[in-house]
């Protein structure tokens, strides 16, 4: 089985996996430097380096400069 690290739903296959997380609603990133949102398989190569995909943004880096959008919603007023 292949689980989401997001949603904690589970695949049959790494492909589904994959394919899943490209539409996963929880998925989805805030660069803090340029304030974009994005879904993470926009932001990810190989699900271990993480960059902001704007062209004029230098944010990298899952918990760095990149956050899921959930967790900065919390962490907010």
């Known amino acids: 089985m292949h689980t989401c690290r ?6 049959q296959t790494e492909l589904a996996l994959e ?11 805030f660069c803090q430097v340029c304030g974009d949102r ?3 398989g926009e932001a990810t190569q190989d699900g271990w380096h993480y960059e902001c995909p704007s062209n004029e943004c230098d944010g990298n ?10 967790d900065v ?3 907010t007023h």
């Open 6 to 11: 997001n949603c904690n739903q589970s695949f």
């Open 19 to 29: 394919l899943h997380r490209d539409t996963c609603k929880k998925g989805q990133l």
């Open 38 to 40: 994005f879904r993470e």
């Open 61 to 70: 880096g899952l918990q760095e400069d990149l956050y899921h959008v959930e």
């Open 73 to 75: 919603r919390t962490a």
